[in-house]
């Protein structure tokens, strides 16, 4: 077993990843950017390393700086968790070339299966069934529009080859909107994953997002751990997450199975993995392998009762897996809800903030995998999640009001979270039928009902008289705790020296905290959340429709549509792509012509 692991990531995620070491007997180190120096990943481990200076968003991705912190720690493997490097084949073969362990399949079988065209190729020859569509990127708009004539029709899905976690993927439901949907997916693709290429596939208008997990290790052994159904999405990524899938019976449940554990054994894959795809109408198609641990790893963990990190980080460390697929039993029922900064009643608009008071809900069947606390900050640097909250019980109707019941316990202030639009959703019949509840997701009307009530941030008075204090300070990069013994200052001292840090008290309200909610007046059209303008689509001085797109917001990693809140003319136009906006600052003036 290894002595020591790097966890190359951050959130919940990374504290996970902790934890599980932390039971095996392994020393941990942690990784962090300039934003996440007082994060619980940071605090939780044996020892910490700033990335160093530059985008917060990118420090996470630098691979020469985490080889650097792995040389410097000693680590002996590497777990990349989920998202940033988890897919990244590069990185995972410069570690090899290093000598370090990646904690996850060989590079091979993540540059098989990330390519998303390469996977649907290898999957198709080995007779697993795909969704209808091209199996080879497509370079052009014209060439998408004669392949959609000849072979695939409309709607069609337009998908980055490297994409995944919703990104990259846009819909046509028409060949008006081919051209939008083919820039969208194309520069999402690139952005996110370093490739623009896009493939095409048949769009199946309301299926069943059903994966299996599967464990694999380097003596021959594949396994599948039963399904789950991921099918409650907003702009296709994950809300709410279920084991088992209710639409599954044990014959389609063996099955699955079975095409999963093909599918991982026809690129020798080790490690925990997902098969994703679509049921619809009896039928199960292949979408495509995630390479890494899901984030909705816990409601398969829940209902197995086996650990997919520890068997994980032991395959890894060349041990066999603990259990055979016989020995795999589903009992009772698990639910996940995503608990991220977001508002749904304005079509899920992201809302980074600080944390006020926190308190997670507690009691039987009741798990809570977060990497936040009092004070801590959801910066629109990343994704917008705070945490998963998971329960279990003994069939869904029980695990239904278990989850209300946590759901109700959940205590964040100062901080607009899902967790009224998982109240509400989990009381509709179409949740009770198991329903993809895309009708009522989609309903901006049914939506505004959950408009929280207007959030006002305090200031508290920094403490001035402390027998002790203590400080974390960096020397050369590696973090260390430090206790101070005398009078506190006058004034809050940040770790380094430089300023207000964490502990100094809570921050006065940002413009954004305080014009959240702003919807703009008469003519003016108000930007509904902080973010990057990533395009403006129209000019000044040209008239525009309601509902028309006006720019793409960029924030916490997702795309965001503005469109025209009145017919008109547009008047005023002080944005450009590139752009930083704030909640509240006004996109455009629209006026009408008396």
Not at 152 to 161: E, F, L, N, R, S
Not at 399 to 412: F, K, N, S, V
Not at 487 to 495: F, H, K, N, T
Not at 519 to 542: F, H, K, M, N, W
Request: aromatic share 6%.
């Amino acid at each position: 077993m290894f002595s020591k692991v790097l966890v190359a990531n951050r959130g919940e995620i990374a504290v996970r990843i902790i934890r599980a070491c932390e039971e095996l007997g392994i020393s941990t180190v942690a990784v962090y950017s300039e934003l996440d120096r007082e994060a619980l990943h940071v605090t939780r481990a044996d020892e910490a390393y700033l990335l160093g200076a530059g985008p917060a968003s990118e420090s996470y991705l630098a691979i020469d700086k985490i080889l650097e912190v792995v040389a410097r720690s000693g680590a002996e493997a590497v777990h990349p968790g989920y998202g940033f490097l988890a897919e990244n084949a590069s990185f995972a073969k410069a570690l090899e070339d290093a000598g370090i362990v990646f904690i996850g399949p060989p590079s091979s079988a993540i540059e098989a299966m990330g390519s998303k065209t390469r996977a649907r190729e290898l999957m198709a020859a080995a007779g697993v069934p795909i969704v209808p569509g091209t199996t080879e990127p497509v370079q052009t708009i014209d060439d998408a529009r004669t392949i959609i004539a000849e072979t695939i029709g409309y709607p069609v899905a337009v998908k980055a080859a490297g994409g995944g976690g919703g990104k990259g993927f846009r819909v046509a439901l028409t060949d008006d909107e081919l051209p939008g949907a083919f820039e969208g997916a194309a520069r999402e693709g690139e952005k996110f994953f370093g490739d623009a290429t896009v493939y095409l596939e048949r769009y199946l208008p309301d299926p069943r997002h059903v994966e299996v997990q599967v464990l694999a290790d380097g003596h021959g052994n594949v396994i599948h751990l039963g399904e789950r159904d991921c099918s409650l999405q907003r702009r296709h990524q994950k809300l709410i997450e279920e084991s088992p899938a209710p639409a599954v019976d044990a014959a389609l449940r063996a099955r699955i199975g079975t095409i999963a554990t093909e599918a991982a054994a026809a690129v020798n894959y080790t490690g925990a993995g997902t098969i994703e795809g679509l049921l619809q109408d009896g039928e199960y198609y292949f979408l495509e392998m995630n390479t890494r641990v899901q984030v909705e790893h816990c409601v398969t963990e829940m209902v197995t009762g086996i650990d997919i990190v520890k068997e994980g980080i032991r395959v890894a460390a060349g041990a066999e897996l603990s259990i055979s697929q016989d020995e795999v039993v589903l009992r009772g029922h698990a639910i996940e809800c995503r608990i991220n900064a977001e508002d749904a009643s304005k079509n899920f608009a992201p809302a980074p903030g600080k944390i006020g008071d926190y308190r997670e809900p507690t009691g039987p069947g009741v798990r809570v995998d977060s990497g936040v606390g009092p004070g801590s900050e959801i910066s629109p640097m990343y994704d917008p999640m705070v945490a998963k909250l998971i329960v279990w019980d003994a069939d869904r109707e029980q695990a239904t009001r278990r989850m209300l019941r946590a759901l109700g316990e959940y205590q964040i202030t100062e901080l607009r979270t899902l967790i009224p639009f998982h109240k509400a959703i989990l009381q509709t019949r179409q949740w009770a039928d198991a329903e993809t509840c895309r009708d009522l997701i989609e309903d901006r009307a049914w939506l505004k009902q959950l408009a929280f009530e207007p959030v006002v941030a305090t200031d508290a008075e920094p403490e001035t008289e402390a027998v002790e204090q203590a400080y974390t300070v960096e020397v050369s990069g590696k973090r260390f705790a430090v206790t101070v013994i005398g009078s506190a200052p006058a004034y809050p001292v940040a770790a380094n020296g430089a300023g207000a840090g964490a502990g100094a008290g809570r921050r006065a309200p940002r413009r954004a905290d305080r014009a959240r909610g702003a919807a703009g007046g008469g003519d003016t059209l108000a930007s509904p959340l902080q973010g990057t303008i990533l395009r403006v689509a129209v000019e000044a001085g040209a008239p525009v429709e309601e509902g028309a797109l006006i720019a793409v917001i960029e924030a916490m990693k997702m795309e965001n549509e503005i469109t025209a809140h009145k017919s008109g003319t547009i008047a005023e136009l002080p944005i450009t792509a590139g752009a930083s906006v704030s909640a509240g600052d006004t996109l455009a003036v629209i006026t009408t012509s008396e």
